[in-house]
Structure formats: structure tokens, C-alpha cells
């Protein structure tokens, strides 16, 4: 299994650049979710989704827009970069609630 | 909501011991504890569910106060492998989110 997967490892975005962050799953996992990663501010749910077809909105989901067409991908949009967004992102899974969550490697993205 | 997590930050020599701790207001289904390492990504450590069920590494011990929905991380014997940021992530009854803490960094000395 490779687990969970994200790319790309690094994006640089001038403002108001729009793009995908990808990330896949082969663990055939109900649950994914997006966070980002800000110094002092922990790990900060952007979207979560409970299956295909089923998103809903964490924490910080302004300016981020999700979709779950198949059970393995859960791509996160950002429709309009902005300089707030400059991040380490990172993907996760897990099979159920109460369970243990698997993270991706992360996507650094800076937007100038 | 993210749970508050304390203290911010410790540094232990080897050998020594540590708790943090984890607190939420809502009604909590789980507490989940994670390490990350500089530059990588975080990595399970342990699950403790409502009802007292616990999963994860043997070698780390944890509780979990239901009434208070508070939880507490025990490191004993610290090693410079424990060197890193630890994070608790709460999951609440009433729905799927899996919230995290701001993190408590660690640092284990010589």
C-alpha cells in the first residue's frame, strides 16, 4: 500500500492563482480530511468528508473548495490564492471514527 | 473547536518524565494522540474511545477523564526519539470531525 498520497511536494502561486492540491488514499477509507499547518496554530481543519459524495466544512474552510467523486481521491481547490494561504498542507484518512488517522507527507504551497 | 493542549512546551533530559495534557468543552467520542517530527509528517500514537477502550503503542500510556473530557499524555524514561511535537485531536459525538490542538514541542536533552 502506499498509504496516502499528495502532490505536488512544493507549489509557489502568485495571488489570485487558482489550483488543486491532489491527494489519494489505497486504503479503501471512508473518512478524509484536509488540514493546515501554521506555526503556533497546530493542525486546523479545513474540509472533511464521511464517504463519496459527502463533504462538510471544518474549521478554516474560506476560500477552499472540496469535492469526494470516488472513494480514494479528495481534492482541495483554492479558487483565488491569497498570501494568508501560504501553508503546509496535509491529507489524511481513516476507516472509521475512533480510528487511527494516517496522514500524506504534506504540500508546502507559498503564495506571493 | 480545537482542544487546548498544555503545556506549550518542555524540555527534559533523558530519563526524565513528562505529562501533557488535553481539554475539550464538547462531549468527546475519542481523544487521539500524535507525534510530528521537524519537517515531517504526524504519526499515530494512540486512541483512547468513550468507554474506556484504548489502541495504540504499548510502550505510551495515556487516560482519559469522560466527566471532565480531559486526557492526559504519560512519557516515562523520556529518549531522544521522543523529541518532537505532540498533538491531541478530539472527535465529538455529534459528528465525524477529527479536531486538533495548537501541540505541546518537546524536547529531550542528553
Known amino acids: 500500500n502506499a498509504g496516502v498520497t499528495q502532490t505536488p511536494k512544493f507549489q509557489v502561486l502568485k495571488t489570485g492563482q487558482s489550483m488543486t492540491l491532489q491527494c489519494a488514499q489505497d486504503?479503501?477509507?471512508?473518512?478524509m480530511s484536509w488540514y493546515r499547518q501554521d506555526p503556533g496554530m497546530g493542525l486546523r481543519l479545513i474540509h472533511y468528508?464521511?464517504?463519496?459524495?459527502?463533504?462538510d466544512q471544518g474549521e478554516v474552510p474560506n476560500g477552499y473548495n472540496v469535492s469526494r467523486s470516488t472513494t480514494e481521491d479528495f481534492p482541495l481547490r483554492l479558487l483565488s490564492a491569497a498570501p494568508s494561504q501560504t501553508s503546509v498542507y496535509f491529507c489524511?484518512?481513516?476507516?472509521?471514527?475512533?480510528?487511527?488517522?494516517?496522514f500524506g507527507p504534506g504540500t508546502r504551497l507559498t503564495v506571493t | 473547536q480545537q482542544p487546548v493542549q498544555s503545556p506549550q512546551a518542555v524540555i527534559l533530559r533523558e530519563g526524565e518524565d513528562a505529562v501533557i495534557n488535553c481539554s475539550s468543552s464538547?462531549?468527546?467520542?475519542?481523544v487521539h494522540w500524535y507525534r510530528q517530527k521537524h519537517g515531517e509528517a504526524p504519526v499515530f500514537l494512540m486512541i483512547?474511545?468513550?468507554?474506556?477502550e484504548q489502541k495504540g503503542h504499548e510502550k505510551i500510556s495515556a487516560s482519559f477523564n469522560e466527566k471532565k473530557q480531559q486526557s492526559s499524555l504519560y512519557l516515562t524514561a523520556s529518549q531522544l526519539s521522543y523529541s518532537g511535537t505532540y498533538f491531541c485531536?478530539?472527535?465529538?459525538?455529534?459528528?465525524?470531525?477529527?479536531?486538533f490542538g495548537k501541540g505541546t514541542l518537546l524536547t529531550v536533552n542528553p
Open positions: 489524511a484518512s481513516r476507516v472509521t471514527v475512533g480510528a487511527e488517522q494516517y
Open positions: 486504503m479503501n477509507h471512508e473518512y
Open positions: 468528508s464521511v464517504g463519496a459524495g459527502i463533504t
Open positions: 464538547k462531549a468527546l467520542y475519542s
Open positions: 483512547l474511545l468513550k468507554g474506556g
Open positions: 485531536g478530539t472527535e465529538e459525538g455529534s459528528n465525524y470531525k477529527l479536531t
